[in-house]
Nanobody, 124 residues
Framework: VQLQASGGGLVQPGGSLRLSCAAS????????LGWFRQAPGEEREFVAA????????TYTNSVKGRFTISRDNAKNTVILQMNSLKPEDTAVYYC??????????????????WGQGTQVTVSS
């Protein structure tokens, strides 16, 4: 599946951004979808993921209560709503798709397809 992320930008601390990832190619609804991020000089980090049905989600601890992941299988889109943004959320954000069934993976090697990334900068 091909993935195209968008929606990044510059926002002040406490602000919000909505990232979107559009998919094309193989059946979108059969994949787990996730968001990862990578800050300069840091390793890639898991952010959030959602099951194919949308009924199961998982988040890294640092974004719980602030970020919400959702998907619309009819529109082949996954959304990451980010609220109460902090400077430490600054990173390039990547959407990714995993063919794993039965659970929601959080490790990068479990994802087979990746989008190109969108920059999120949180700064005053």
């Amino acid at each position: 599946v091909q993935l195209q992320a968008s929606g990044g930008g510059l926002v002040q601390p406490g602000g919000s951004l909505r990232l979107s990832c559009a998919a094309s190619g193989r059946p979108f609804s059969t994949y787990v979808l996730g968001w990862f991020r990578q800050a300069p000089g840091e390793e890639r980090e898991f952010v959030a993921a959602i099951s194919w049905s949308g009924r199961s989600t998982t988040y890294t601890n640092s974004v719980k209560g602030r970020f919400t992941i959702s998907r619309d299988n009819a529109k082949n889109t996954v959304i990451l709503q980010m609220n109460s943004l902090k400077p430490e959320d600054t990173a390039v954000y990547y959407c990714a798709a995993s063919p794993i069934e039965g659970r929601v993976p959080s490790r990068g090697y479990e994802y087979s397809d990746w989008g190109q990334g969108t920059q999120v900068t949180v700064s005053s």
